[in-house]
Each structure stands twice: as structure tokens, then as C-alpha cells.
């Protein structure tokens, strides 16, 4: 007898969401490894009489080329309630020539500029600031900054909640820094955008997992561990690109000699250097990379292997800052369902503490159609409350997944309307138009720390019809 949704929810919150993998169904027909290759036209995985072949899926990739090269003039601070800082700066020792400032964001609540039209230096600190969140105290938002230049600027602080908005200017030479306490009200805080998960104005951090003020990009190692020669592997890119998902490219073939290591730190580069993506997949695209292996000695599983990672830069014109991002394993897709797949999401945005952080959920639904069906998928996603194994806000519709694409929803909890009381939830996604000859799905959740922009990858594991 298979538990409820409402059980299931509560056992998995009580004992670890690794019991999802006791809720398969037991009607599932044992995994199949010959038709995981037809929905991108490749090659059977079976072996020949002389060499064999087989497949690895990476689930998650991406590339983002930000604009200006991710020097942007726009401090964003206090994500809950964000300030949007810029600053414009006049070098009065050169014919008044005036400059923009570069971002270099440090935490949620503090950053700093450069001035590389003026310095010629876009990681050197010029003008900081800081806006703290004082209303606990009765108080409002304060703000905080300093320099170490002696030039003239003016740095404008808007609130984007309220709209209200000031500008603090410096004058030439050696003046001090300043604050402000009383120019952002905590009366501010009342406003329905400001409480709302996730509303775009008031949390620009809700997309950064798609679009971070960096160049995001997928690095991937695609290894012969074989003392055999002569092996080849194939990469095919099933990407969306401009909000639209494009389809699955033509092979890419690469030669692997033994014991031979192939490295991009930059895959979708890599496949529009050989032709296989056009340019605008660079600037803007994701999906999921499938590598076919080809005239390996045998098909045990580990002769030929892919890592992948998918990082960014912390501040792209601050390199020394060093790079985050989430480690990807690649699957045969061994959690893939017809039915349904189960994962656990946080968001703590609204209330971080000391402990978590600040950590936002995003998912992640790719059609894998591992039986070769040829068709799209419908699915619905449904957050459930650990606490009482009750379905929280509203339940998400993902229509016509296409073989081979991947669906991401950015900032989940905002997307499912989830009260900002609740801080986790067991997620369910569960396709609606199931037949004895569905497609299959793989799911992942990624889990990012909004200061840190550090990002977790957590594979959906299977609840029904596993694969």
C-alpha cells in the first residue's frame, strides 16, 4: 500500500528525503539502458560485437554573458528591502572629467565602487557604503559611506519600495565621509511590495541563479580512464536561449586517446567555436549537455566519465574574489519517473538568521523521455509544509516540456506564492498527463545563498513510475 501525498510529506520531513526512494512504485518495470538515445537521433547504446557505447547526461547547464561585461553601475543592497546605490565622480585634477562608478558588490548590506574611466583600474576601491536595516529598533534605514579619493562625486541612494531617493555629494580634497538616519523611514517597511516573496522590485536577487552580475558559464572534464585508443565522445546541447527552448544540436565530436582528459572551461563556448551554437547560446542559454562515449572496451560504467561545473565569478571586476557555483554529476538517469519526483526547498530570504543565511530555491524539470516516446510532458509542482504535511501557496503548471528541454522556475517559493512564514518545503512534481507510455522526467532543485551567490545542486529523487 503506497502512503498518502499528506503522509509521504510528513515521513519524508521526519526521516530524510533519501525515503523517497522506498515510495517507487512497485509496478515500475525494471530501467532500461537502450533507448536513453533516441530523443537527440543519437546512436543505439548497445554494444557492437567489437567496441561498446553509452551515455551520460549533465542535467544543469549554462552560459550568461552580463551587460557591460559585468561591470555594472548599480549597487543593490538589503535584497528584502533593496536600495539601488550609483554614483557618478568628477576628476577635477584633469579637466573635470567625469566618470561612472563599477559596483563591486561585498555583502547583502555593504559594497564599494571603482572608477575605471578615471583609474583605469576597475577592481581598485574608490567610494563605500553601507545601508543597514534599523527598524527592529524602532529606527529607520541608515546609511553609511566613506571614500579613499580625493575627487568629487555624487552617489544617489533610492529606495525601491518607496521610490524615494537622495543624492550625497563630496567636494574636491580631503573632506570626511557622512550617514544619514532619518532620510529612509521605517514607515517604508509597511508596503505590500516590500513584504512580498520575492516581488521583483523589492528582491532583484530573485533571478541571480539565471543571471548574476558575472559570466556564468559550465565548465565540463570528459575523461577516457582506458588504456585504449581511438575513443570518441559526442556532446549534444538541448538548450533554451531568449526564454524559448531551441532544441538539441548536431554531435560534436571530440577524440579521446588513452587515458586522455578533454577540459573547456567554458562548454556552450566550446560548441559555438566548432559551430554547433550560434553566438546569441554564449550570451544567453541553458539546458543539459548529453556526452555518447564510442569504442570503449566494455560499457561497465566507469571507462568514460564527465564532471561538470556550472560557477561565476563573485564580482566580475573583482577576480581576487574568486569564483562560487554548484558541482554537477552527471546521471543515467538512473532518478528519472513517469510519474513523479520529490526534492526539499528552502527560502529564508524573508527572515535570514545566523545560521542559515539567507538562501533562496530555485527547480529545475528536464523531460528526459529515457523510453524515446517522442512526446512533451505536462507536470505540476506543489509545495508541502513539513511541519504539518499540508500543501502551502499555489500549485505551479508547466506545460509542453519538449523531449530533451529543461524548465527552470527561478525563485520558487515566490513563483508558488508561498507564505513568507514558511521556510521549507518537501516539493512535488508530478507529470498530469501520465499514460503506460509516458515521457520521463529528472528533477533538481538549486539552493543559493543570495549574499554569497554560492549555489547547491540537489537531484529530485524518484516517487512514482520510476524509471
Known sequence: MKLSRHALAMVLAASGIASAALAEDPSTAPRSMVERLRLRNAVDAKATSATASYSVEVPYVQSFTPPNGGQGGTLVLNSAHSFNVTLVATNQ???????????????????????????????????????????????????????????????T???????????????AGNTPGGFDTTTFPAAAATSPMSTARGAAAANPK?????????????????????????????????????????????????????????????????????GSVPQSAVLDSYGTLLVTFFDLPSVQGWEGTVAANTYNRVSEVDPLRGTVGCGVVPSLFF?????????????????????????????????????????????????????????????????NIAPGELRVVDDLFSAAQVPTS?????????????????????????????DSLDTRYHEMLCEAGCF
Open 93 to 155: 585634477h584633469s579637466n573635470n572629467v567625469t566618470g561612472n562608478g563599477v559596483a563591486l558588490p561585498q555583502t547583502d548590506t555593504f559594497g564599494y565602487f571603482s572608477l575605471p574611466t578615471i583609474t583605469q583600474n576597475p577592481s581598485n576601491p574608490e567610494v563605500f557604503v553601507k545601508i543597514l536595516d534599523a527598524t527592529g529598533i524602532g529606527s529607520g534605514y541608515w546609511v553609511f559611506f566613506g571614500h579613499l579619493t580625493d575627487l568629487i562625486y555624487d552617489m
Open 157 to 171: 541612494v533610492t529606495d525601491n519600495v518607496t521610490g524615494q531617493s537622495k543624492v550625497y555629494h563630496k567636494d
Open 206 to 274: 530573485a533571478t541571480t541563479i539565471l543571471t548574476p552580475n558575472a559570466f556564468l558559464r559550465t565548465s565540463v572534464d570528459i575523461s577516457n580512464n582506458t588504456s585504449t585508443d581511438g575513443v570518441t565522445a559526442q556532446l549534444q546541447y538541448c538548450y533554451s536561449s531568449g526564454g524559448a527552448f531551441v532544441g538539441c544540436t548536431n554531435p560534436a565530436t571530440i577524440s579521446l586517446g588513452h587515458f586522455d582528459n578533454f577540459h573547456q572551461d567554458d562548454v556552450v563556448g566550446y560548441l559555438a567555436s566548432v
Open 335 to 399: 532518478e528519472s519517473a513517469t510519474g513523479s519526483v520529490v526534492g526539499t526547498a528552502r527560502d529564508t530570504v524573508p527572515a535570514p538568521s545566523a545560521q542559515a543565511g539567507s538562501i533562496q530555491s530555485s527547480l529545475g524539470i528536464h523531460n528526459t523521455d529515457a523510453k524515446g516516446t517522442g512526446q512533451a510532458v505536462n507536470v505540476a509542482v506543489t509545495l508541502y509544509d513539513p511541519s504539518s504535511g499540508n500543501p502551502v501557496g499555489t500549485t505551479i503548471t508547466l506545460s
Open 422 to 450: 514558511v521556510t521549507s518545503a518537501i516539493v512535488f512534481v508530478d507529470t498530469t498527463n501520465t499514460t503506460t507510455n509516458s515521457p520521463t522526467i529528472e528533477g533538481f532543485i538549486l539552493d543559493q545563498d543570495t
